[in-house]
């Protein structure tokens, strides 16, 4: 049974930092590029952070580069998200998401989300 566990959101004061924690099991985890998305209410889901399967190399929305860290542990079927200096826009709930494509087939999990609430 594939499973996502976020773990780490919270209230935090604007230019605070929080760490998300995202376990996996029940797939091959270090064959999917983890990704990070988060959906604020009334906006839709947007992809803040990616990081890829075998490289691990990164990529960012914008609106975060500078002050998130995507990064993966395939050991501990863990991928992290460092978010500093956080304002109040980067309130959302956000998710975990892994995914893969093997020639026509995708494979695409997701997490329940974790609030995180940028406050004063």
């Known amino acids: 049974q594939v499973q996502l566990v976020e773990s780490g959101g919270g209230l935090v004061q604007p230019g605070g930092s929080l760490r998300l924690s995202c376990g996996a099991s029940?797939?091959?985890?270090?064959?999917?590029?983890m990704n990070w998305y988060r959906q604020a209410p009334g906006k839709e889901r947007e992809l803040v952070a990616a990081?890829?399967?075998?490289?691990?190399?990164?990529t960012y929305a914008d609106s975060v580069k500078g002050r998130f860290t995507i990064s993966r542990d395939n050991v501990k079927n863990t991928v992290y998200l460092q978010m500093n200096n956080l304002k109040p826009e980067d309130t959302a709930v956000y998710y975990c998401?892994?995914?893969?494509?093997?020639?026509?087939?995708?494979?695409?999990?997701w997490g329940q989300g974790t609030q995180v609430t940028v406050s004063s």
């Open positions: 998401n892994a995914f893969r494509r093997l020639a026509s087939l995708k494979f695409d999990y």
């Open positions: 029940g797939f091959s985890f270090s064959t999917y590029t």
């Open positions: 990081i890829t399967s075998v490289l691990g190399s990164a």
